[in-house]
């Protein structure tokens, strides 16, 4: 990190009890390789038995443990999730899958499953190779103090620009047994992903073979972590990892698509906790002051609302103006422009903090902005938008654009 | 504006001398109707005869002008040109079109000629009513005072938050004559064209009929002003015209199509004519300090290269390590990766200030940082990026981003 980021002005008070999850235990270490004084290695090691769905990001120069877990992700099984932070050992050529295959193995050697059971994410600076001998030195430590339900310092040793640790919970009834999803993700630049997401780790004691569970996450994460937006950057590391312990439970009988009534609850919760980790991810935007939630009502389909809202969550133009506290709609209407979705220019409808600002293609009669005021100097701002054409909806999150992203980024090497 | 802004410190050194124009003349006038003790408003009165071409942004939301040049388009003549700088009259509702009409129609009578040969272009504040009574009070002292060649007041008169006015000219051999390109440009912000451009106003006299004339401008505008963005950000309002006053000499007998080999060097003198004034829009990027040019080789097509470019002169992480002088060129490689256009990651090849730094996907061996110091230090930047796959190509030019832009744009109205 080089020098030290103030806790960012949108982080939560402290952070969440999360409720204990059976099969599961993590461990963390500091390994020394970028930071020091801090942990900055994780091992989650799961029951056998346990099952995995993941979403990873779309770049197409994705880093070497992108490709190692999407090479072994069809098979559905996972036994160890061993991240690190500060090299993403992402553009390493070939060395980058070599590391990856000796770290996968030394965990696998220590804790008796296969190499491809072992889930890997890095995240940090690009085209640096990995030491992959610091990593393998610290996993037998990790291995012998790794507890149940550390999720604090899981949460912690996983960050790199990040402010603060960043986890959600939630539970659901399923089949008349109340299960539970925890999960714990970092990111905060780079952010703009892409059919996948910055990190995110999620467990669920569930009993649900991994292809429900893989519907249930893709479904869930283009609701989320699909929404939100730092800077329109997409990452190479992206990884959504949602692991399952719950695989000694019985199953419910017949299940046969995540479309399955009995899902519904458990689908609900999901939502609810990747909500709350992609809200988190944008509170901790670098450089952000505020939250910006974007709702878009109107378009010609969901799809087409959520690129209308990452539009206007994506235009710096927006995002400055909202730093200065400016209810500047005119930037608005050209970021729905700029969207190449179709809207109705003369039915365009806008409100921000619940004011009407604009319907009908022009400003309300007696707009005055004075009354927006104390809405734009808080921290918490609402823009609503109606582009008058269909049904579409969706909600983006972003934040605003400040001079600390700039001095965050002027200087850190990510 | 509000606020002065700084000239940018890469401005030219002065406003270039531009040759005359047969059949062109040019008034500016101060309507006070934003800035004050400043020409705002410009009139170019063009001969009989004289045709023209044009590209419009592509913003689903564009504005009432752009709508009104559009119509009139297809006939191909013009007489007039009236451009304001202040007020954008976008999003303006019906009595958006209507001033629109009032103004055309009172340049038309004045001119003794039609409304719809009358151009119009608006730049400013997005969805504040025109004060139409304003601009068409200065129309007749314009007229009156109009001039041959006094291109620096028209390029002072249609600025808004730029710093310098903006213009470059070309010359060529047309069937034996040599004939003249003149052309004058506005832009610093929410500049991201698609298919079309900010402001530019462009005068030939040579005799070219409006179809081959339109055919090399859309050619042109995709070379040059389709190849620059300073914020992602796409106007209401980008409008370039090219205009020929050359009506009355010979046309080239049996010219068919803009392919025709007579027509080589007129396209080359536009080419750079228009690349020119690309260029002293990014020069002019709010809060500017460095230009960059990013060259993308080696991609599946033109297009391709083009999208690669842009996705890289996007990023804010790599426009704010520029900013800082960092040569982060991992930032570059996430860029190519969320452009969603195909690379070989272990085929890629960077190199920065003609420096190589990073070949078969990784950096190269003993690469030295130090070395490119210099040139980060310098106002030029240079990045070249071959993504390994065919042979589509494309230069795209971009600005850092700096706390000037956010300063300018957290206050300004735009």
């Not at 999850?21 to 270490?29: D, E, S, T, Y």
């Not at 090479?71 to 050529?93: M, Q, W």
């Not at 507890?147 to 640790?165: G, H, N, R, S, V």
Request: aromatic residues 4%; contains cysteine; proline residues 5%.
């Amino acid at each position: 990190m080089g020098q030290q980021h103030q806790r960012s002005p949108l982080a939560p008070d402290s952070f969440p009890k999360l409720p204990g999850l059976p099969g599961l235990k993590i461990g963390v270490a500091a390994t020394g390789m970028k930071y020091t004084g801090r942990p900055d290695v994780m091992l989650a090691l799961l029951d056998p038995g346990s099952v995995i769905a993941a979403t990873f990001t779309k770049s197409k120069t994705r880093s070497a443990p992108v490709d190692w877990c999407a090479e072994n992700l069809p098979a559905g099984d996972v036994r160890a999730i061993l991240v690190n932070a500060g090299n993403a050992n992402a553009f390493t050529g070939t060395r980058g899958m070599r590391d990856v295959r000796t770290t996968a193995s030394a965990v696998a050697k220590q804790t008796g499953c296969r190499p491809e059971e072992v889930y890997i994410a890095s995240t940090g600076v690009i085209g640096e190779p990995l030491d992959a001998a610091q990593i393998t030195a610290s996993i037998q430590s990790m291995i012998q103090t790794a507890e149940p339900d550390d999720w604090q310092a899981a949460a912690q040793a996983i960050l790199t620009t990040d402010t603060f640790p960043k986890a959600a919970s939630a539970t659901a009834r399923l089949d008349g047994r109340t299960v539970t999803i925890n999960g714990i993700a970092k990111g905060s630049g780079m952010i703009a992903p892409d059919m996948a997401t910055m990190l995110a780790f999620l467990f669920t004691d569930a009993p649900l073979p991994a292809r429900i569970l893989q519907a249930l996450l893709s479904q869930s994460v283009d609701r989320s972590f699909n929404c939100i937006t730092v800077d329109s950057d997409t990452s190479t590391s992206d990884t959504v990892l949602l692991c399952s312990t719950g695989a000694k439970r019985d199953r419910p009988k017949g299940l046969r698509t995540h479309r399955d009534p009995r899902l519904e609850g458990f689908a609900k919760a999901l939502d609810k906790v990747t909500s709350a980790l992609s809200r988190l991810i944008v509170c901790d935007g670098e450089g952000a002051e505020k939250l910006i939630t974007i709702t878009v009502t109107g378009a010609e389909s969901d799809i087409a609302a959520r690129r209308i809202g990452l539009a206007i969550g994506n235009s710096p133009l927006v995002k400055t103006a909202i730093a200065g506290e400016d209810a500047n709609w005119g930037r608005i209407v050209m970021a729905v422009g700029k969207s190449g979705e179709a809207a109705d220019r003369d039915r365009l409808k806008i409100s921000i903090g619940g004011h009407a600002v604009a319907r009908r293609g022009q400003v309300v009669p007696g707009y005055d902005e004075a009354r927006l005021e104390p809405h734009m100097q808080g921290r918490d701002i609402q823009i609503k938008v109606d582009v008058g054409i269909g049904k579409g909806r969706a909600t983006v999150w972003t934040c605003d654009l400040t001079h600390r992203y700039i001095d965050i980024n002027a200087s850190y090497r990510s």
